[in-house]
């Protein structure tokens, strides 16, 4: 009896496993096909799923503008046209990003096991200023983030002793 309710948990792990695999192809499917596309002056830039740029338009009267205006242009549009595209991305994935936060964490599921989510380090946000940009060499001045609270594997292995998956007591 209990054997049988544990083939059948484990069979419907499985399937969900299955599931959520599928959902993760037909989404990745649907994110390869998306574009996005922004206008800025007289200028239209559109990039793929990947925010790479695609297809730039100018209006047929751009040849009035000066190249510092068409360059500006032309770099406002990509950039609103990237945003809409981590917009979109979103928006796709979300139903899919839902169904991760309900599912338990490996911390939750072995004792002992650190939540190595919560340890993950988060980009931060590319910056958007020009290569020589007093904002972008400020950034490039700062220090790297150091990690004060790591430990080394084999010192958290002896502090927890046989009693994980692999424990002879299993």
């Not at 499917?29 to 730039?56: E, F, H, P, W």
């Not at 993950?120 to 990690?147: G, N, V």
Request: proline share 6%; net charge negative; with cysteine.
């Amino acid at each position: 009896m209990v054997r049988e309710r544990g083939e059948a948990e484990a069979a419907s792990i499985l399937e969900g496993f299955s599931r959520q695999m599928r959902e993760i192809a037909e989404a990745s499917r649907k994110r390869a096909l998306l574009t996005a596309s922004a206008t800025s002056g007289r200028v239209t830039v559109t990039v793929n799923a990947d925010c790479i740029v695609i297809a730039t338009r100018f209006a047929s009267d751009i040849g009035e503008f000066g190249f510092d205006e068409i360059a500006r242009a032309v770099t406002a549009a990509a950039q609103q046209a990237s945003a809409d595209m981590r917009r979109k991305t979103e928006e796709l994935l979300r139903p899919l990003s839902d169904q991760r936060a309900k599912m338990p964490k490996l911390s939750e599921l072995f004792e002992g096991m650190p939540d190595l989510e919560s340890q993950a380090p988060t980009l931060p946000p590319a910056s958007l200023a020009p290569p020589q940009a007093r904002e972008r060499l400020a950034q490039q001045a700062e220090p790297a983030p150091e990690f004060t609270d790591a430990v080394d594997y084999e010192d958290w292995h002896s502090t927890r002793g046989n009693s994980g998956p692999t424990s002879n007591s299993w």
